[in-house]
T-cell receptor, first 117, second 110 residues
Framework: GAVVSQHPSWVICKSGTSVKIECRSL??????MFWYRQFPKKSLMLMAT?????????EQGVEKDKFLINHASLTLSTLTVTSAHPEDSSFYIC?????????????FGEGSWLTVV | GQNIDQPTEMTATEGAIVQINCTYQ??????LFWYQQHAGEAPTFLSY????GLEEKGRFSSFLSRSKGYSYLLLKELQMKDSASYLC???????????FGSGTKLNVKP
């Protein structure tokens, strides 16, 4: 299957600072990437849909000014958590759909654990 | 809105068969997917249904009834390594977004 890579896998940051998480499709081009958030023992919550060359589409209740998403190329999307607070601590996972694919499935990155202290 | 329901937890014995159910009510439907997720790891794709019926893939099978908003994942010849969470996901016809159920934690006992 297709490979999606996330970086960093783990990050600890101080409250009030910003942190950037990268999501790369390594062996395919992805016009659309998705960002999810997962709390311990809970399921994946879709945060936003990242579209290459245009603005991201955010799900209801997700603050677009707090979770900045940039999809600058067909292989890279970034999520920046701005002015992070302890309640932002979570597991963030990206996924990507293969360009031109009928959309049969999405491929997930390894996930990024964010801890805000 | 999206409403996807699964049982929270199930327990089964090694070598047995287990069925994990999923019911959904979504605004727009373009396929139902099952993923396996081990604790602390990203989900991995198991199966996909877009038409009614049964899809078989080795020890895993998945069934879909669109009229009933119902799917199940069937795991045969259970192995200890099958202990994981199983996520039911519906793909909408709106930008192909995926919405996930809360997941079913499966415990396989010797």
């Amino acid at each position: 299957g297709a490979v999606v890579s996330q970086h960093p896998s783990w990050v600890i940051c101080k409250s009030g600072t910003s942190v950037k998480i990268e999501c790369r499709s390594l062996d395919f081009q992805a016009t659309t990437m998705f960002w999810y958030r997962q709390f311990p023992k809970k399921s994946l919550m879709l945060m936003a849909t990242s579209n290459e060359g245009s603005k991201a589409t955010y799900e209801q209740g997700v603050e677009k000014d707090k979770f900045l998403i940039n999809h600058a190329s067909l292989t890279l999307s970034t999520l920046t958590v701005t002015s992070a607070h302890p309640e932002d601590s979570s597991f963030y996972i990206c996924s990507a759909r293969v360009q031109g694919d009928s959309g049969n499935t999405i491929y997930f990155g390894e996930g990024s654990w964010l801890t805000v202290v | 809105g999206q409403n996807i329901d699964q049982p929270t937890e199930m327990t089964a014995t090694e070598g047995a068969i287990v069925q994990i159910n999923c019911t959904y009510q979504t605004s727009g439907f373009n396929g139902l997917f099952w993923y396996q997720q081990h604790a602390g790891e990203a989900p991995t794709f198991l199966s996909y249904n877009v038409l009614d019926g049964l899809e078989e893939k080795g020890r895993f099978s998945s069934f879909l009834s669109r009229s009933k908003g119902y799917s199940y994942l069937l795991l045969k010849e259970l192995q200890m390594k099958d202990s994981a969470s199983y996520l039911c996901a519906v793909r909408s016809n709106n930008f192909n977004k995926f919405y996930f159920g809360s997941g079913t934690k499966l415990n396989v006992k010797p």
